[in-house]
């Protein structure tokens, strides 16, 4: 079972101004109002979902209040006005927050995760 925890350390990550600041490749980047904005489209990228892009938008947009999903172009685009750094931000965190840690051999080894 997930840790109520653990997918609010996520969403605080995601929702964060200063993610998308850091992530941001260029400086026009997510200042309009778009039908998939920055943290939408960080949430539909952590859907791990074993299915086509577009399936997986649809599915996004259907559960999300509607609309026109965006098509797997215009996600693509969206895609390469960011950088890695959001989820870089995630995963230290989490190693931080103690979910996982390193263990004596170098696996890792997932842990309860606590908030501190």
């Known amino acids: 079972m997930i840790s109520i925890n653990l997918l609010d ?3 605080k990550a995601v929702d964060d101004n200063g993610t ?5 490749l260029h400086e ?3 200042t309009r ?11 539909c990228m952590l859907d791990m ?8 938008l649809n599915a996004f947009f259907r559960h999300n209040g509607g609309g026109n999903p965006i098509s797997q172009q215009a996600f693509s685009k969206l895609r390469a006005n960011f950088d890695h750094s959001p989820f870089e ?3 230290r965190g989490l190693v931080k927050g103690g979910i996982f840690r390193k263990s ?3 696996n890792v080894e997932w842990l309860p995760f606590v908030k501190r």
């Open 9 to 11: 350390y996520i969403a």
């Open 49 to 56: 979902r074993t299915t086509t892009l577009q399936t997986r």
């Open 20 to 24: 998308l600041e850091a992530a941001r």
């Open 104 to 106: 004596s051999t170098d």
């Open 28 to 30: 026009k980047a997510f």
């Open 89 to 91: 931000k995630i995963v």
């Open 33 to 43: 109002n778009r039908s998939m904005p920055f943290t939408n489209a960080l949430y």
